[in-house]
């Protein structure tokens, strides 16, 4: 709960970003962590499942191959609320071109939603989830990226400011 005597020292803005908002992008952006960590487990468990599911002994491993089969797309298809999640933040603090948000997730969901009403598969439009993820990692970086540059004095000036308090000093 925010008291009176909190509120005026968080209404300091940091280059036009609320302390919530950014505190709002930090949070989707530790989010948007455990869904790329979601999708290095499911390249694992492809490689290790499938790796496993095709040496001879265990061909009829039922188990083993439902494992190869299913866990990776379950795996991708949890990343994708987490990303529709972190494509409403990045959309409403225009930290990436809206067009881009929109043709990326617009082209997964197509190419999901056509590729399991057509084609009874979702392999192809799970892999272009994939690099949404990864898009807004990016998008993130450079967020906080820039915020940190913002932050840093600028050279010049502050080589300026020194060379006149040290001529200052001198005379």
Not at 11 to 32: E, T, Y
Not at 103 to 121: C, Q, R, Y
């Amino acid at each position: 709960m925010t008291t009176v005597s909190d509120q005026s020292t968080q209404n300091k803005s940091q280059h036009g970003f609320s302390p919530l908002a950014i505190a709002r992008i930090k949070g989707a952006q530790r989010i948007n962590q455990v869904a790329i960590y979601l999708i290095y487990a499911a390249i694992f468990a492809f490689m290790v499942f499938g790796t496993i599911a095709s040496i001879k002994a265990f061909h009829g491993n039922q188990l083993l191959y439902q494992l190869f089969y299913n866990l990776p797309y379950a795996l991708v298809a949890l990343t994708i609320p987490i990303t529709l999640y972190d494509t409403l933040v990045v959309y409403r603090y225009r930290l990436n071109q809206p067009s881009m948000i929109a043709m990326s997730i617009g082209v997964s969901t197509i190419i999901l939603i056509g590729g399991l009403l057509f084609a009874d598969t979702a392999w192809l439009g799970l892999s272009c989830w994939l690099g949404v993820a990864f898009l807004f990692k990016v998008s993130f970086k450079r967020f906080f990226n820039f915020l940190e540059v913002a932050d840093l004095p600028d050279t010049d000036e502050a080589l300026e400011t020194e060379i006149v308090e040290n001529s200052e000093s001198t005379s």
